[in-house]
T-cell receptor
Framework: GEDVEQSLFLSVREGDSSVINCTYTDSSSTYLYWYKQEPGAGLQLLTYIFSNMDMKQDQRLTVLLNKKDKHLSLRIADTQTGDSAIYFCAESIGSGGYNKLIFGAGTRLAVHP | EAQVTQNPRYLITVTGKKLTVTCSQNMNHEYMSWYRQDPGLGLRQIYYSMNVEVTDKGDVPEGYKVSRKEKRNFPLILESPSPNQTSLYFC????????????FGPGTRLTVT
């Protein structure tokens, strides 16, 4: 069945790079996403990658997609305290005529001085 | 401002007392959805609606009802809440059922005692 796995916790020092990893099972995924959830807030779409791409860069964010291994990663360069949040990996699958999102459990990123 | 709003943001109730969580979007979106977020499980879809008067079950619909009488509103109804429905609930919407991006509300934290 559909499943998205990611590690639950990551701690990094301010200024270092953070890498959050995710694996998914459905090879027919159309898009893969990274959402950010700050304390007390809803989910904010951080970035996404279309399934026929290998990499996408957006300022400090780099998304790498390895379709063969069904592995997605998010790299945050020069991590800041404001990056502390929960990061959700999600895949979209076409299901019954709509774009169904399957979420991982979320990775809590803690940035310390 | 384009947004998805939910009310209430926090609710503590007792087992069996019917409640409704409202969701409204001002973006003229066709597609709306409800998710629940539980620690270690990520977000799971409860119900979704592809348009007015069209609703369908997600992955965890038991104990919930929805209605979509108007395009902008998609209330979530718990007829007889139980403690296992204690969770963080998110409403989301997107332009169309196939659109890649979903916009999330701020969340409703529900506690059932």
């Amino acid at each position: 069945g559909e499943d998205v796995e990611q590690s639950l916790f990551l701690s990094v020092r301010e200024g270092d790079s953070s890498v959050i990893n995710c694996t998914y099972t459905d090879s027919s995924s159309t898009y893969l996403y990274w959402y950010k959830q700050e304390p007390g807030a809803g989910l904010q779409l951080l970035t996404y990658i279309f399934s026929n791409m290998d990499m996408k860069q957006d300022q400090r964010l780099t998304v790498l997609l390895n379709k063969k291994d069904k592995h997605l990663s998010l790299r945050i360069a020069d991590t800041q305290t404001g990056d502390s949040a929960i990061y959700f990996c999600a895949e979209s699958i076409g299901s019954g005529g709509y774009n169904k999102l399957i979420f991982g459990a979320g990775t809590r990123l803690a940035v310390h001085p | 401002e384009a947004q998805v709003t939910q009310n209430p943001r926090y609710l503590i109730t007792v087992t069996g007392k019917k409640l409704t969580v409202t969701c409204s979007q001002n973006m003229n979106h066709e597609y709306m959805s409800w998710y629940r977020q539980d620690p270690g499980l990520g977000l799971r879809q409860i119900y979704y609606s592809m348009n007015v008067e069209v609703t369908d079950k997600g992955d965890v619909p038991e104990g919930y009802k929805v209605s979509r009488k108007e395009k902008r509103n998609f209330p979530l109804i718990l007829e007889s809440p139980s403690p296992n429905q204690t969770s963080l609930y998110f409403c989301a919407s997107s332009l169309s059922p196939q659109h890649y991006e979903q916009y999330f509300g701020p969340g409703t934290r529900l506690t059932v005692t």
